[in-house]
């Protein structure tokens, strides 16, 4: 199985692709699409959609795995980084992906075992997990990482056809 993980964002959204195997996780690329800070927002949605869609038929994953979206204090960005999370889901949508949401408490007890670890402990353990040299840069690539390791481990039982 191969799986998208996806930590959304406007600005920033980390991507990992991970084939798993029901016992081991390659991984098969890593990164970020980011976008310029000050450019109308609807061309920061669009270039987020094309460059997933890029990514999506790159590595041509069987799901997506990403993150569920809570609201902190600041709405307005809890609701930009939606829309950009909508355009995501979208262009998964419409590639045909399977589509599965964690919350970041669901993750950390995925990857670490303990559902209130410190991103620290997570971004360690991902590295270790998937026997990189180093945690993944920016930080959101990491946790992209974490949320298909996630995945990986909640779906032992799904079966993919």
Do not use: W
Request: hydrophobic share 40%.
């Amino acid at each position: 199985m191969i799986i998208l993980g996806i930590d959304p964002g406007y600005a920033i959204v980390g991507y990992g692709v991970l084939e798993y195997n029901g016992y081991s996780f390659k991984p098969l690329g890593y990164g970020a699409i980011t976008t310029v800070a000050g450019a109308d927002f609807s061309l920061r949605l669009t270039d987020i959609y094309n460059d997933m869609q890029t990514v999506i038929h790159k590595f041509k994953p069987d799901v997506m795995s990403i993150e569920k979206l809570f609201f902190n204090t600041n709405q307005k960005t809890g609701i930009d980084v939606a829309q950009a999370r909508g355009v995501i889901v979208l262009a998964a949508a419409q590639s045909g992906l399977k589509i599965c949401e964690y919350t970041p408490l669901q993750v950390k007890q995925s990857v670490v075992g303990y559902g209130r670890a410190e991103k620290k402990q997570v971004m360690e353990m991902t590295r270790t997990i998937l026997g990189l040299k180093s945690v993944p840069k920016p930080d959101d690539t990491a946790d992209a990482l974490a949320l298909a390791i996630c995945h990986g481990h909640s779906s032992s039982a799904i079966r993919y056809e």
